[in-house]
């Protein structure tokens, strides 16, 4: 073993301890500060459809939902049934046997943990040695970037989104695209993000021709399919049924363009649907343009743009959905550094996204909605669109 390795372990044997005891003390001030009789937390629905299942019961009765409420001291209960494919609950039953408030710091502390360990992993794990100096900057600006506050304080589910992604980037990275493939299956646990994000990360594979991330892809779906059929033969019919209604209640009021044709078009549906279905053509195409044209897009690039365009043509997210930004934030300040007299610009640039987000919130305080958010996807995007178009190669004759 080199020296430098030694002290890489060195340092990463000292930091995961130090990490989780900040998270674990971090999670410990926000859950104690909530009261679950007047705050509104999205961990409480994760938690109880864990516990349902823990209990062999379904998540999906509205009679258990409200009675699991009721007994457990929660007041506020804005959906009356789990939103989200059975399989997910099966992630929460080891949470789901614990008290709710205990299980509550567990599962920011482990948000927090995962968000800071993805930002030191995605600079430390790059070729570049121009990378490695800006951790303290993607540090910085992850601590005041807003979809990552929300992603802890809310209880949310994006730390694990954004684990998955990151995961199967590296994996793919390492030449393992069966293993990549299955892992970023799972994002369909969330398939108002997976259902749009899966199939551009398909095109990629296809125009790379990786073929084994496909073998992945069916390992993966088929397990999830069947663990749920076994414990449920009916949860495909109850979740469309849940999954649909929300839909329809929340269209044209999330951070996309389909919130910012809502805006546009004061609220006419006719419009909403012609304004935010011809920029999502438009940003489609050119996405997809890049990815099929040049072979060459790295993973890094690739899952970037997957993740800016999904973020802004998803018919339905909000803003902690965002926090998975911060790889394409990453593959945007990586590009910056590597450009002559580009120090600066990758430096400031994660600020500069978080001065929007605060910028934003001052307007969207006014509409009572967060829908002006949808300009962050669309200004990230609009970045990693350049940096990828200037990092690719003509197309190769071998392909």
Same mark, same amino acid.
């Given at each position: 073993?080199?020296?430098?390795?030694?002290?890489?372990?060195?340092?990463?044997?000292?930091?995961?301890?130090?990490?989780?005891?900040?998270? /674990?003390?971090?999670?410990?001030?926000?859950?104690?500060?909530?009261?679950?009789?007047?705050? /509104?937390?999205?961990?409480?629905?994760?938690?109880?459809?864990?516990?349902?299942?823990?209990?062999?019961?379904?998540?999906?009765?509205?009679?258990?939902?409200?009675?699991?409420?009721?007994?457990?001291?929660?007041?506020?209960?804005?959906?009356?049934?789990?939103?989200?494919?059975?399989?997910?609950?099966?992630?929460?039953?080891?949470?789901?046997?614990?008290?709710?408030?205990?299980?509550?710091?567990?599962?920011?502390?482990?948000?927090?943990?995962?968000?800071?360990?993805?930002?030191?992993?995605?600079?430390?794990?790059?070729?570049?040695?121009?990378?490695?100096?800006?951790?303290?900057?993607?540090?910085?600006?992850?601590?005041?970037?807003?979809?990552?506050?929300?992603?802890?304080?809310?209880?949310?589910?994006?730390?694990?989104?954004?684990?998955?992604?990151?995961?199967?980037?590296?994996?793919?990275?390492?030449?393992?695209?069966?293993?990549?493939?299955?892992?970023?299956?799972?994002?369909?646990?969330?398939?108002?993000?997976?259902?749009?994000?899966?199939?551009?990360?398909?095109?990629?594979?296809?125009?790379?021709?990786?073929?084994?991330?496909?073998?992945?892809?069916?390992?993966?779906?088929?397990?999830?399919?069947?663990?749920?059929?076994?414990?449920?033969?009916?949860?495909?019919?109850?979740?469309?049924?849940?999954?649909?209604?929300?839909?329809? @209640?929340?269209?044209?009021?999330?951070?996309?363009?389909?919130?910012?044709?809502?805006?546009?078009?004061?609220? @006419?549906?006719?419009?909403?649907?012609?304004?935010?279905?011809?920029?999502?053509?438009?940003?489609?195409?050119?996405?997809?343009?890049?990815?099929?044209?040049?072979?060459?897009?790295?993973?890094?690039?690739?899952?970037?743009?997957?993740?800016?365009?999904?973020?802004?043509?998803?018919? /339905?997210?909000?803003?902690?959905?965002?926090?998975?930004?911060?790889?394409?934030?990453?593959?945007?300040?990586?590009?910056?550094?590597?450009?002559?007299?580009?120090?600066?610009?990758?430096?400031?640039?994660?600020?500069?996204?978080?001065?929007?987000?605060?910028?934003?919130?001052?307007?969207?305080?006014?509409?009572?909605?967060?829908?002006?958010?949808?300009?962050?996807?669309?200004?990230?995007?609009?970045?990693?669109? /350049?940096?990828?178009?200037? @990092?690719?190669?003509?197309?190769?004759?071998?392909?």
């Amino acid at each position: 073993m080199t020296l430098p390795n030694r002290l890489g372990r060195f340092w990463l044997i000292l930091i995961i301890p130090l990490l989780a005891w900040l998270s /674990y003390a971090v999670a410990i001030r926000i859950v104690n500060s909530i009261d679950y009789q007047k705050d /509104y937390s999205d961990f409480v629905p994760f938690w109880l459809a864990g516990n349902l299942v823990a209990n062999g019961q379904s998540p999906y009765d509205t009679a258990l939902w409200v009675d699991g409420y009721a007994g457990n001291g929660v007041g506020e209960m804005i959906d009356h049934s789990f939103l989200y494919p059975l399989p997910l609950a099966f992630f929460f039953v080891p949470l789901g046997m614990l008290p709710l408030r205990a299980a509550h710091v567990l599962w920011v502390a482990a948000t927090l943990f995962i968000i800071l360990g993805v930002t030191l992993a995605l600079p430390l794990t790059r070729e570049s040695p121009k990378a490695k100096p800006l951790l303290i900057h993607l540090l910085i600006g992850v601590i005041f970037f807003r979809p990552a506050v929300l992603s802890v304080t809310t209880g949310h589910i994006s730390g694990l989104l954004l684990l998955l992604l990151v995961g199967s980037l590296f994996l793919f990275e390492r030449d393992k695209p069966f293993w990549g493939g299955f892992l970023f299956t799972f994002l369909m646990l969330k398939p108002n993000l997976g259902a749009v994000l899966i199939p551009l990360l398909v095109i990629w594979l296809l125009r790379r021709k990786m073929t084994h991330a496909f073998w992945g892809m069916a390992f993966a779906g088929l397990l999830m399919l069947t663990a749920g059929l076994l414990y449920d033969l009916h949860w495909l019919s109850e979740y469309w049924q849940v999954g649909s209604g929300k839909l329809a @209640q929340t269209f044209g009021f999330s951070p996309t363009v389909w919130g910012l044709a809502h805006l546009t078009c004061n609220q @006419q549906q006719s419009c909403v649907l012609a304004v935010g279905g011809v920029a999502a053509i438009v940003l489609t195409g050119l996405v997809l343009w890049l990815l099929v044209r040049f072979p060459h897009v790295t993973p890094l690039n690739a899952f970037s743009l997957s993740i800016a365009l999904t973020l802004l043509i998803t018919p /339905y997210i909000w803003t902690y959905d965002q926090l998975l930004l911060l790889i394409p934030i990453a593959t945007i300040i990586f590009f910056f550094s590597e450009r002559k007299g580009g120090l600066i610009p990758a430096a400031l640039f994660f600020l500069a996204v978080d001065f929007l987000a605060v910028f934003l919130l001052v307007y969207n305080t006014g509409l009572q909605v967060e829908i002006l958010n949808g300009f962050i996807p669309l200004v990230i995007l609009g970045f990693a669109l /350049y940096s990828t178009r200037r @990092q690719t190669h003509p197309p190769s004759s071998e392909y």
